[in-house]
């Protein structure tokens, strides 16, 4: 890619970042409430939505991808597919966030898109392990995808506790995912992975660090859905395949918070869909560290994920299959951190 190219792209983003920057404001006008409760960190209404501007910034982005940059286009049932399916996880969650759904009722909606997904033929058959080669799953390929878009995209939803927690750690991860995708000329993932930033970037600056909106279930759900189906798309369907592995360490902030607290709440005989305030983020912040804090250390998180894929696409093969590894150091030392300020603060059984 030129640098002409490149500087094209970018003044493309801003411009769809300004778009989504209009939209948040009118969403701020538009006073979807979302009021507190126990298990929420603010203590006053705060409109909710604003993750409408990603969406729109995104899809006024993908417009012009389909009609004039089909290089970077992937098979027409895919790329329709992809499409699609953002599209109904995007009207779904912005429903929710109108009517306030039961979490069964979300589950069941985000199923339905991820359906529409893996129904159009995007999912992986053929998982290639580092160092150990590749191994054919079949039919296992479609429940094992749809699997990894529900989590993903809940993992996201849940992460969404704190003022631009889960937006900046999404716009990190776009970012290192474009510009792996750019390096290695994967160009559907690069463009569409630009675009979240671009969408991300308008939105930041109205939740970060005061919230003058949240971005809403509309936001949180659409960025995970749209970074997990990225990693399925980079791993296969783009020309040029990159490992998927790649998103996961992006994202491996997120995804170990989520497991961690699913596992512990599962042990403890909790009801894995009652509401609750027991991620590590959230018990960090009730144990007094500021929510900026927990915010930038996520952000981190994000950073180093980043920083240990450059290290996997660069390493030998006989050391890429450790090198995932790499993220789980600072999410161990994080929770040791959190569950000490947890007991000597009286929050939670640990």
């Not at 898109?113 to 058959?125: D, E, K, N, P, R």
């Not at 390929?141 to 993992?155: D, E, H, K, R, Y």
């Not at 690069?190 to 991300?200: K, N």
Request: proline letters at 5%; one cysteine or more; aromatic letters at 12%.
């Amino acid at each position: 890619m030129t640098l002409l190219a490149l500087s094209h792209h970018l003044a493309f983003a801003s411009g769809l970042a300004i778009l989504s920057a209009i939209v948040v404001r009118l969403m701020v006008s538009a006073r979807v409430m979302d009021t507190p409760d126990a298990r929420k960190a603010h203590d006053r209404p705060i409109p909710k939505a604003g993750g409408v501007g990603i969406v729109v910034a995104f899809l006024v982005g993908v417009a012009v991808l389909y009609g004039f940059a089909r290089f970077s286009r992937i098979a027409e049932p895919y790329f329709l597919g992809v499409i699609g399916a953002s599209v109904l996880i995007a009207v779904v969650a912005l429903l929710d966030d109108l009517w306030n759904w039961p979490f069964t009722v979300k589950l069941g909606a985000q199923l339905l898109a991820a359906l529409a997904a893996v129904g159009s033929g995007l999912y992986v058959q053929d998982y290639r392990v580092p160092y150990v080669g590749g191994f054919y799953v079949g039919w296992v390929g479609a429940p094992a995808t749809l699997a990894w878009i529900l989590f993903v995209t809940n993992a996201m939803n849940f992460i969404d506790g704190l003022n631009g927690l889960a937006s900046g750690v999404a716009l990190i991860a776009a970012a290192f995912l474009a510009g792996i995708a750019a390096w290695q000329g994967s160009w559907f993932a690069y463009f569409a992975a630009l675009l979240l930033v671009a969408g991300l970037t308008g939105f930041l600056p109205f939740n970060f660090p005061r919230a003058r909106i949240f971005m809403g279930d509309v936001g949180s759900q659409f960025c995970g859905f749209v970074l997990a189906m990225l990693g399925v798309v980079a791993a296969r369907f783009d020309g040029v395949d990159l490992s998927l592995l790649l998103v996961p360490m992006l994202l491996s902030g997120v995804l170990y918070d989520v497991a961690f607290t699913l596992v512990r709440r599962a042990m403890a005989g909790e009801r894995l869909t009652v509401p609750h305030r027991g991620h590590l983020y959230q018990v960090a912040q009730r144990a007094g560290v500021p929510a900026v804090a927990v915010a930038l250390i996520h952000w981190g998180f994000a950073v180093w994920g980043g920083i240990c894929c450059l290290v996997f696409i660069a390493a030998p093969s006989e050391w890429k299959p450790y090198v995932p590894l790499l993220t789980l150091v600072p999410q161990l030392a994080w929770w040791r951190f959190v569950r000490g300020r947890a007991v000597r603060a009286g929050v939670g059984r640990w």
